[in-house]
């Protein structure tokens, strides 16, 4: 189980209210890391969390916990998750309208659904509804990945 991930926004209180929001859970501040950084929880209370820190945040190894600094603010990077949520297909549409966010359907591999949303158009996170999420759970699995590799399926990054 992955039990939380960090990622960058330009508004860290805002992309975890709507993270929140997606999950039916609840965004709070995380100033462990630093001041402007939240958190969204899942609505299962389970201590599955979204950490959104300050676009820029950089933790550092010290002697006793990392600590977040900012640094150089990049715009685009290859984090990304995927998250499910319980609500319908046509909500997080309206939702990512709302907050002006790019959102589409793309079938990975032809295999599995998802809602590709880029957040503040740069982060890019994958939104799947009941049904795209069976498809996932059916088509991610170990045999099934190793017999794609055998089958030699691996795609050249782009240039």
């Known amino acids: 189980m992955l039990f939380h991930l960090s990622i960058e926004a330009d508004d ?88 002006g966010w790019n959102a589409k359907y793309c079938k990975r591999g032809g295999k599995f659904g998802v809602i590709e949303i880029w957040i503040d158009g740069c982060q890019m996170i994958e939104v799947l509804t009941a049904e795209m999420q069976r498809e996932y759970l059916d088509c991610v699995t170990v045999e099934n990945w190793t017999r794609m590799l055998k089958a030699g399926a691996p795609q050249p990054l782009a240039a």
């Not at 709507?18 to 899942?42: N, Q, R, T, Y």
């Not at 990077?77 to 499910?84: C, D, G, Q």
């Open 12 to 99: 860290p209180k805002r992309v975890a209210e709507v993270l929140a929001e997606i999950w039916g859970g609840k965004a709070l501040p995380f100033p462990p890391v630093g001041v402007g950084s939240w958190m969204a929880f899942h609505g299962a209370d389970n201590g599955t969390m979204i950490e959104v820190y300050p676009r820029g945040t950089m933790l550092t190894e010290t002697g006793a916990d990392a600590v977040g600094t900012i640094g150089e603010k990049r715009r685009n990077n290859a984090t990304h998750f995927a998250m499910s949520t319980d609500l319908a297909a046509e909500r997080i549409y309206a939702i990512a309208e709302r907050e």
